[in-house]
């Protein structure tokens, strides 16, 4: 009922479309959809069918062809680095200064306008 409905709309349209071309202000844009709706209509009929086809199991949906992506197919994803080496001396070092930084400013506005 989808398919009929759709498919006569498409061919409304493109009858629709072929009278604006044929008025005074009609265009080529207007031919231009008055060609394309057509061809939406079939569009519709065609899906319908062919999906009929495959739920009878009368067509073979492209047996040959891969039907998932293969792993080496897409770049692979990046991977969150190793815990750093908490050996490390400049590591300590810079978590160090960082730390004493953090220390000495003032935290909220009230203790910076104390100062």
Do not use: H, T
Not at 61 to 77: F, K, N, S, V
């Amino acid at each position: 009922m989808f398919v009929v409905l759709a498919a006569a709309a498409c061919l409304g349209l493109g009858w629709w479309q072929w009278q604006r071309y044929d008025s005074m202000s009609g265009s080529a844009q207007n031919l231009g959809y008055a060609l394309q709706w057509p061809l939406f209509a079939g569009f519709f009929v065609y899906a319908y069918l062919r999906f009929v086809r495959l739920e009878r199991g009368e067509v073979d949906p492209r047996a040959g062809e891969p039907r998932e992506i293969p792993e080496d197919l897409l770049p692979q994803r990046p991977r969150a680095a190793s815990r750093p080496d908490e050996d490390d001396p400049q590591l300590r070092e810079y978590n160090r200064l960082l730390a004493e930084l953090a220390g000495e400013q003032p935290r909220n506005s009230d203790e910076r306008n104390a100062e």
